[in-house]
């Protein structure tokens, strides 16, 4: 039964999970047994990062980061504020980040130049969800789930005011929630 705040399911539990086998066996191929530090993006990105790393054939460490952006909203120019860094350093390492979401693309722009400045070896993005539309910053996801349309879309990580964010599929809100 659908959540009452919840329009319509726009991508399954299901479908979450064939397409993540599907990303997984990519990555596993990729990087052909070289070790991979998974960088998940708290908290959006936890359930699909949960369920990427045990997918993938490799030697894998986690790290965990935590972004705010600046102020109220991402400023233009996509500033974010380190809440929680990644807890070691990662020069020489194959480094995956992992979101829920691009959305204008400023945070994981700004992620991106910021970790690089540390010198991996490597430095991908794998992202759930891609909403091109309202792309800002000129960044795009090595590894892509699926892109969605612009609308407002909650569960399986992704929030609205910390809500909804423990919803097995990922759903499109009704208006009226995020209008009122
Ligand atoms: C979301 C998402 C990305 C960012 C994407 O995080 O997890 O980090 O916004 O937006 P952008 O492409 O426009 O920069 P949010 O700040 O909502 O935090 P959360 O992960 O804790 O939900």
Known sequence: MLHKDIKKVLITAE??????DEIAARISKDYEGEPILMVCILRGA????A???RKINAEINFDFMAVSSYGAGLSSSGEVRI??????PIQGKNVIIVEDIIDSGNTLCY??????????KSIRIAALLDKPERREADIEGDYIGFKVPNEFVVGYGLDYNEKYRNLPDVCVLKPEVYEK
Do not use: N, W
């Open 15 to 20: 479908e979450i999970q064939k397409r993540t």
């Open 46 to 49: 936890v359930l699909f990062f």
């Open 51 to 53: 369920d990427l790393v």
């Open 83 to 88: 809440m929680k860094d990644i807890s070691g």
């Open 111 to 120: 992620l991106k130049r910021l970790l690089k400045q540390r010198h991996p």
